[in-house]
């Protein structure tokens, strides 16, 4: 099989251009011409290969990668076992489209998700090709079994970019900016956001809940969506009792309480999902990203009784579970398994929330360090205040850029930077991105 990797990659930083260097700025201005300017990208060095935290581009850069893809490499670039299977499942078959005629490794992604998902109930899932398709199908399901049509999600949320999901999405510009109108029937409530709010987690629980009832009744609510630690929002974690306050709330009221952990799943946060942190049992997870190690794959998993409501053929799609992607999740679980990449995310978790929180002693732009696991993020602040610092973020992303590490920005108001690296990231390399990042910081301030 073709388990050898490229080993011309090598395992350092090493910048050997001005970047991007000169194949990335032609092909660039190919670009211009081709693709629709409404994608922006950060940071325009073209990638040829990669492996392990190391990207490569066309002028031979290799560029330390703190980004993951937004959490998706999570078992690192050019894993062997994931190339063996794609490649096997390539030459087999490509595709069949799982509704005209089945195939096994459907079945045991099904299997595997049904089993890592919290919970001991009995459940089924559905695949599909992107994050958002997910989240509109947890949707859909949630109506259907329910008989309602309210769904509440809240402050700093992202859910997606299709016309459904940008309306669960809470940011305006650039997601949802003159896009509209936009689907009904979705209520948004406050967010528990520890460093802004100063609430507790029942404090902000009851807050939301009573929004709820007031502004939408209880009775009307088909789900309750939620990002356990929000991702694009800002790495948002909520106070300890917040989810559990309102995983209560949705049982007692027969809400269906919907995990978006398309982010913040496998392995990510230091377990296999977020919601795990505080024992909390959700009705329906979304999954994606991480769960597939790089191949486009989505999961909704959830309660049977809620998953099978659903009439004949209402769920489906020509490409949902593709075979070659079932066979890169099976891969990536399993190398999640062997390689303990549970234990190396909360390793990396301390590493990284040790350096920020060290920082932050040193500058006075960061107001807060969070997250959990290896979803770690700092919050920039103009000095002594908690007013957003956009600009700051702006300025450590283009240097780390400039010095060959991919560092991502987030939050409603731009100003958090985010760390997602690749499970599989080095010791040397982390230490040597953290240096950076600590270098682009001081300057930044
Ligand atoms: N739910 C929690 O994080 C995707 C978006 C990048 P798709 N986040 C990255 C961008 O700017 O488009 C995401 C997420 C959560 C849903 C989604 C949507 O997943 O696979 O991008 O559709």
Redesign the pocket.
């Known amino acids: 099989m073709v388990s050898s990797i490229d080993s011309s990659v090598g395992t350092e930083r090493k910048v050997v251009t001005e970047l991007p260097g000169p194949k990335s700025r032609a092909l660039h201005e190919r670009r211009q011409a081709a693709v629709s300017a409404g994608l922006t990208t950060g940071f325009p060095i073209y990638i040829e290969r990669a492996h392990g935290a190391i990207l490569q581009d066309v002028d031979g850069n290799q560029i330390l990668d703190l980004g993951s893809g ?2 998706v490499v999570s078992i690192g670039h050019a894993v062997p076992e994931l190339i063996d299977a794609v490649s096997t499942q390539v030459a087999a078959f490509t595709h069949t489209c799982f509704m005209v005629t089945p195939y096994q490794g459907y079945v045991e992604v099904c299997e595997e998700l049904n089993a890592l998902t919290p919970g001991t109930h009995a459940k089924t899932s559905a695949l599909f090709n ?4 997910a ?1 509109e199908n947890a949707v859909k399901i949630a109506r259907l079994a329910t008989g309602r049509q309210a769904i509440v999600v809240f402050d700093h949320a ?4 299709t016309n459904l ?1 940008m309306a669960l999405t809470a940011k305006n510009m650039p997601y949802k900016d003159r896009f509209g109108p936009f689907a009904p029937e979705i209520y948004r409530v406050p967010m528990s956001y520890p460093f802004l709010d100063g609430r507790t987690g029942a404090e902000a629980a009851a807050l939301a809940i009573q929004e709820i009832e007031t502004q939408v009744g209880a009775h009307n609510v088909a789900a309750l969506l939620i ?1 356990p630690v929000q ?2 929002g800002g790495f948002v974690v909520p106070a300890e009792g917040f989810l559990p306050a309102l995983s209560q709330w949705t049982t007692k009221h027969g809400v269906v309480f919907i995990a ?1 952990e ?3 799943g496998f392995c990510r946060t230091g377990d296999w999902f977020a919601v795990n942190h505080e024992g909390v049992i959700p009705d329906i997870v ?1 999954t ?2 991480g769960l597939a190690g790089g191949m486009p794959l ?1 999961g909704v998993t959830g309660r049977a009784e809620l998953m099978n409501a659903v009439h004949e053929g209402g769920l489906g799609g020509t490409y949902g579970g593709n075979p070659v992607a079932t066979a890169a999740a099976l891969a990536t679980i399993k190398t999640m398994r062997e390689r303990n990449l549970l234990q190396r995310a909360r390793e990396l978790g301390d590493v990284i929330t040790a350096s920020l929180r060290a920082l932050q002693e040193d500058v006075a732009i960061i107001g807060d360090v969070r997250g959990r696991g290896a979803m770690i993020a700092m919050e920039l602040v103009m000095p002594g205040t908690k007013l957003p610092n956009a600009a700051a973020a702006k300025a450590i992303v283009q240097y780390c850029n400039q010095q060959g590490v991919i560092a991502l920005s987030c939050g409603t108001a731009g100003n958090v930077i985010r760390l997602l690296p690749p499970l599989v990231i080095t010791d040397e390399q982390l230490a040597d991105g953290l240096g950076v990042l600590a270098d682009a910081t001081r300057a930044a301030s």
């Open positions: 937004i959490a992107s994050g958002s398709e989240v992202y859910h997606g970019r999901t990002e991702g694009e978006d398309i982010q913040s979304t994606a990203k989505a």
